[in-house]
Each structure stands twice: as structure tokens, then as C-alpha cells.
């Protein structure tokens, strides 16, 4: 079986003006699994998510996706490879065409994508209703008839309609309420334990990341900083955001709660050193001066953090 | 003699001092009037608040939680028809014309929504739009008015009083521009806050700093709070008691740390089981099965009884909210662990 990851990106970058949403991001995602990019609102995870799939051009890095470039591609074969990766929104009331029943809705991308006959393009749309379990009288409706849950199921069967290697999700269940999201999210494991496809997902929710994800990249302010295997950041995050960001979720006792101090700096004024200095509370003189470096810190884990330096060094 | 012993006794039985009653709402319905008639958004809804604590009123999207405390505010839709009991520090407000109620809940009523973006004024400055309250409530001159404004936003935690004072809303971060609200509800020295989903918008970092403020506004003023939320987690960590709806109806009421570790009504049950925890290591969530029924959709019995594992010919009768072990359940089947 092939092992190579199934995307792959180094030194992705994207500057609209002076603002920097995202700073050399890499990572890569192994066949079959989800990678999670979590992150608070500016951290340049969804900008993230529309570089890996072309739909924002990136201004420096590469992106590997099964062996391509996709950098380099024209639009014609970039527009070709888009069958091997699909999207799903947080939002599935504007992601859905209105006016595009739910046949259509399925049906049109393997009508792009030029897959199988008009019969066996309708067989598809109807073993694919089956899979996110709604019924095969769903297809002559139309979006505005289903629930929040139902259409994010569409989505999610749009999504599967060319039978993509990999799936980018972007806050997926994020507009879905409690209940809900549980069913969608079941969903989307299943299928991906089925169909084997490779996942990035974008998520600001701890508890949804940690169910759905194999490997996490922790965002702050464009970049990632800290990343590793899922077991490892939750049970050992060793950036003092990412342990900020674990101890500021709900369901922590209200005294334990870590009180980070400050909001998340304009991205038009990163600050210069490491970008999370200003709210950081073990914050000291090198932090300022110099940026650090993602540094290994074993199992998988990576980290760019100075207190990093001082603990490897005592 | 009676000195040595009487304390003692005291703190044995009822550690804390009797609290008064800041709201009590008893059997509130709540109905919108259309073409076809009466519509029930809202069927026998009671629970009161006491001063210093935090009460929650938990449920999804459409459950009714929001138009209760609509209800409470006197900002229901003007084709609502309310019945039961509002009453505020011991006076029925349920009752009075929309400008009594105007005059006596602006003093005593603070709001916090969801939205500051929303619900402060867009081409007002905030100096104007807190010294403006100030005035018209507490009769405060401009001066006064001003002074008292840069103070209460120093104590929400806003830097630069005075400059702020000066600027507009969209100048501001989501967190800082929840903190103004919370300046504004607290500025004329309400007894009860409404907070609408006040964190909901907001990063978990920034969050935590937000309810670690109510938290403080809390205990500082001595203040009732109904805190409004879809978020079973918050509660736990922020209020005393939990009020939990279902499709209008409340359908578990009790202490907060029963009511979320504990529960006795399967829909409070399955609203925790479906929530991806930290650390379980499961594979698979539990979700509740079925979305919750539209207004005017409601079954005749139990409400949940459609998507209830537990349901049975019994639930096709309206279950009562009766207490059952340490909560009190509308449940003809309630969830023996807690009892």
C-alpha cells in the first residue's frame, strides 16, 4: 500500500498586503487520517484551508498533494485534480444552491468531474442519500426543507460524490446544535472509516478536534505552534498556549481556569520574537528579541517555544 | 451561653445566611397569536433567583429560552399573549403597562446578548450611550454621568477609560465589546442581569475571561444572574442552579452540579452524552436521535417521548415536574442515578 502522505505542504505562506495571515505552515496528512488544525478566530486557520485547496493563492510554499504540485498546476488540470479533494462548510445554509434540488446537487459534480453515465450518476446520488442516512425521497427536495443537520449530511454527500482521496472540513459542526452535532459528526467518522479517505480538519472546538482527529497543529496567529500526535497535545501540550488554550475550555473547574491575559494581536502587527509573548505568562528577554524555532521534542511532538531550549539544556 | 452554641448550630444546618428572592417566575406561558390562532412557544415555566446567585436556563435552538427571558424583559413580540407571574424584588411586573415596566426595569434589570455588535448603537459613541443611561436612570448630570461611565468601564477591565469613552463599538474587539456591555448592564445598580448566550461568540480564551468578570460582577454586587446558554459545561463551572427546556417546557430544575452530572431527565442525559468529552477516548458519541419538534408540532404527551429511548405508552399523557431524588423531573421514566 502506498504509504506517502496524501498532502503535503511546507512553508505555506499568505500575505494580502501588509497583513500576514499565514507563516510557514507545514505539515503533512497520511492516507486515511484526520490532521486538526485548531485555533481562536485570526489564527489563519481557515485562510489555511483555502491555500491547501487553491482556492486563495499562496504568496511562498509549496502544497504536495498525491505527488503534485499543485502549485504549478494550470487551472484546467488544477480544476481535474479538485476531484480528489473535496470541502465542507460550517455553513450549510450558504453552501448549499438554493435553487438545485438535491439530485442536482449530487449529481453535478460527477457531471463536472465527467464520472459515469446519467444512470449511474442517479445510482450514486441514491447510495450516497443512503449513506448519510436520509431518505431516497430526499431527492426532489430542495435546501431550504431540511434542518440544519440534514443539510450538513447533504453537504457531507456532496462532499463524497466524486469519491475524493482527501476531504478539507472547515468547522463543520460549528452552526449545529449539541445533538446534532453528534449524529454529524458519527457520520463523518464512519464514512471515512469506510471509505478510507484522508481528512484536514478545521475546528476552534476542542472536544469536536479531539474526537475527530489523529494529529493536531496548533494555530496562533498564522502559524502553527505546536503540533503532534492527539494523545500528546491533550495529555502533554508542551506550548504554554496550547496549555492555556486546554485550560481555558468550559467544563475545568471555575478557580483552575487559566486566566490568559490580553486578546490575540492584530495580525497587521505581529509582535516581533514569538508571536504569543504578549499574552504568554512565562514571557521573558529572548522572547522579544528572537523568534524560536519548531523544535522536536520526541513522540511526534513539536513545539516553538524558548522555555523549550532552557528545559533541554537543565 | 446561647453564644457558644447557636453558631454552631447555624452553620451546621444552613451554612449560608437565607438569600432573598430577586426573581420569581411562576407558571409562565407564553403564546404569539396568528391568523389561526393562539401558537404555544412557552407552557409552564417557573423558577426564581436569589440575590448572589447565578441561575441557568439550558436547552437547544428553539426550546424557548431565549423568548423566556424576552418574557422577563418585556421585549416579547408585541403579538405574544403571556400568562403567569413575573415578580421582581417582591412586585409583579407581569402585569404593568410597557412604561411602568420600562421605568421600574431600567434601573433594576441589566441586559447582556449574545451580540454587542447588535444590540449597542452603532453611530453612538459608547461615552454617549452609557452617560445617556446614566442620565435618564440614576438622573446623574454630564459630568456625573461621565465620571461614573470611565469608571465602570475601568472595572470591567477596559484600558484607557476616558479614550474609549470617545470611540464607537466597531472600534473594538468582540471581548471588549462584551466588557461595555457589561458596564452598561451593571451601570445603574441593577439586582438582576440577563445574559443572552453572552460567550457564545466568543474565542475560549477570551471566554474564560468573560464569565471570570460576570463571576466577579456576581459576587461583588451581591447580583441575581439568568445566564442563557446551549452549553452544558459553562454551567457547571458559572451557575448554582440549572434550568433545563425542552420544546417549551422546562424539563429538569435543580442544582447545577445534579442537574449536569447527574440528570435524571433523559434529554438532559443525552445532551451530555452527545457532547464530545476530553479524555473519554471514544470512538462514538451518543447522539439524541430525531430533531426537536417545531413550534406547533409538539406531541400531546411527553415532548421528548419521540426521540426517547426510555418512552412507553404512559408518556403518551403530560408528565407533571415532580421532584425525583435530588432534581426536579418532567419525566414519567426519570434516570434512577441521581436519586
Known amino acids: 500500500m502506498n504509504t506517502d502522505p496524501v498532502l503535503s505542504v511546507a512553508g505555506l505562506s499568505k500575505s494580502f498586503r501588509a497583513v500576514k495571515a499565514v507563516r510557514d505552515v507545514s505539515f503533512s496528512i497520511p492516507r486515511g487520517k484526520t490532521f486538526g488544525l485548531v485555533g481562536e478566530s485570526g489564527s489563519g486557520k481557515s485562510t489555511t484551508a483555502r491555500l491547501v485547496l487553491r482556492l486563495v493563492e499562496p504568496t511562498a510554499g509549496t502544497i504536495s498533494f498525491r505527488g503534485r504540485d499543485l502549485a504549478g498546476l494550470s487551472s484546467r488540470d488544477l480544476r481535474a485534480e479538485r476531484r480528489h479533494m473535496q470541502m465542507i462548510f460550517q455553513d450549510p445554509f450558504g453552501s448549499l444552491n438554493p435553487r438545485m434540488s438535491v439530485r442536482d446537487t449530487l449529481v453535478e459534480p460527477q457531471l463536472v468531474h465527467g464520472i459515469g453515465t446519467p444512470a449511474e450518476q442517479l445510482k450514486t446520488a441514491e447510495r450516497l442519500l443512503a449513506e448519510v442516512s436520509l431518505p431516497r425521497t430526499a431527492l426532489d427536495r430542495y435546501p431550504h426543507e431540511f434542518s440544519g443537520g440534514q443539510r450538513q449530511r447533504i453537504a457531507i454527500a456532496r462532499a463524497l460524490a466524486t469519491n475524493p482521496e482527501m476531504i478539507v472540513a472547515d468547522e463543520p459542526v460549528s452552526a449545529l446544535d449539541v445533538s446534532v452535532q453528534a449524529q454529524v459528526l458519527n457520520l463523518m467518522r464512519d464514512l471515512q472509516d469506510r471509505h478510507g479517505t484522508t481528512m484536514l480538519f478545521i475546528s476552534h472546538d476542542l472536544r469536536v478536534v479531539q474526537f475527530m482527529c489523529d494529529e493536531i497543529g496548533v494555530m496562533y496567529l498564522g502559524e502553527i505552534i505546536e503540533q503532534g500526535p492527539r494523545d500528546r497535545i491533550y495529555g502533554a501540550p508542551a506550548h504554554p498556549y496550547t496549555q492555556a488554550l486546554l485550560a481555558s475550555a468550559p467544563g475545568k473547574a471555575g478557580s483552575q481556569r487559566a486566566r490568559l491575559k490580553g486578546e490575540i494581536p492584530s495580525a497587521h502587527a505581529v509582535p516581533s520574537g514569538c508571536a504569543f509573548r504578549t499574552r504568554c505568562p512565562h514571557a521573558f528577554e529572548r522572547c522579544t528579541t528572537e523568534k524560536p524555532a519548531m523544535r522536536d521534542i520526541g513522540a511526534g511532538q513539536k513545539a516553538a517555544c524558548h522555555l523549550l531550549d532552557t528545559a533541554v539544556a537543565a | ?339
Open chain 2, 1 to 339: 451561653m446561647t453564644a457558644h452554641v447557636a453558631p454552631l448550630a447555624v452553620d451546621l444546618v444552613s451554612p449560608q445566611p437565607e438569600r432573598r428572592t430577586v426573581l420569581a417566575v411562576e407558571n409562565l406561558g407564553l403564546s404569539l397569536r396568528n391568523a389561526d390562532g393562539l401558537l404555544p412557544i412557552v407552557t409552564d415555566v417557573s423558577f426564581s433567583i436569589r440575590e448572589g446567585e447565578a441561575v441557568a436556563l439550558v436547552g437547544e435552538s428553539g426550546c424557548g429560552k431565549s423568548i423566556t427571558a424576552s418574557a422577563i424583559m418585556g421585549i416579547a413580540p408585541d403579538n405574544a399573549v403571556i400568562t403567569g407571574t413575573i415578580t421582581l424584588n417582591g412586585k409583579v411586573i407581569s402585569g404593568l403597562s410597557p412604561r411602568d415596566r420600562r421605568r421600574l426595569c431600567g434601573r433594576h434589570m441589566g441586559f447582556i446578548f449574545q451580540e454587542p455588535m447588535t444590540a449597542l448603537h452603532p453611530t453612538l459613541s459608547i461615552g454617549r450611550q452609557m452617560t445617556d443611561t446614566l442620565k435618564h436612570n440614576l438622573g446623574l448630570s454630564q459630568a456625573e454621568a461621565t465620571n461614573r461611565a470611565a469608571e465602570l468601564l475601568d472595572r470591567v477591565g477596559i484600558p484607557r477609560a476616558r479614550d474609549i469613552l470617545k470611540g464607537y463599538v466597531h472600534e473594538l474587539s468582540g471581548g471588549m465589546r462584551q466588557r461595555v456591555m457589561i458596564a452598561l448592564a451593571i451601570s445603574c445598580g441593577p439586582s438582576l442581569i440577563i445574559a443572552d448566550e453572552p460567550t457564545t461568540a466568543l474565542d475560549v480564551t477570551i471566554q474564560a475571561q468573560v464569565l471570570d468578570l460576570l463571576d466577579d460582577m456576581r459576587r461583588e454586587l451581591n447580583l441575581a444572574m439568568l445566564f442563557i446558554t446551549h452549553d452544558l459545561e459553562v454551567v457547571g463551572d458559572f451557575c448554582e442552579r440549572a434550568v433545563v427546556m425542552y420544546a417549551g417546557d422546562v424539563v429538569e430544575r435543580g442544582l447545577s452540579d445534579d442537574v449536569v452530572r447527574a440528570p435524571a431527565h433523559p434529554y438532559a442525559r443525552g445532551l451530555i452524552d452527545a457532547v464530545p468529552a476530553h479524555d473519554d477516548g471514544r470512538t462514538r458519541l451518543t447522539p439524541i436521535l430525531g430533531t426537536v419538534p417545531p413550534v406547533g408540532q409538539w406531541p400531546e404527551g411527553c415532548r421528548f417521548a419521540p426521540r426517547c429511548a426510555r418512552a412507553d405508552a404512559q408518556c403518551q399523557t403530560r408528565p407533571a415536574l415532580e421532584q425525583h431524588g435530588r432534581t426536579d423531573v418532567r419525566c414519567w421514566h426519570p434516570l434512577e442515578e441521581n436519586a
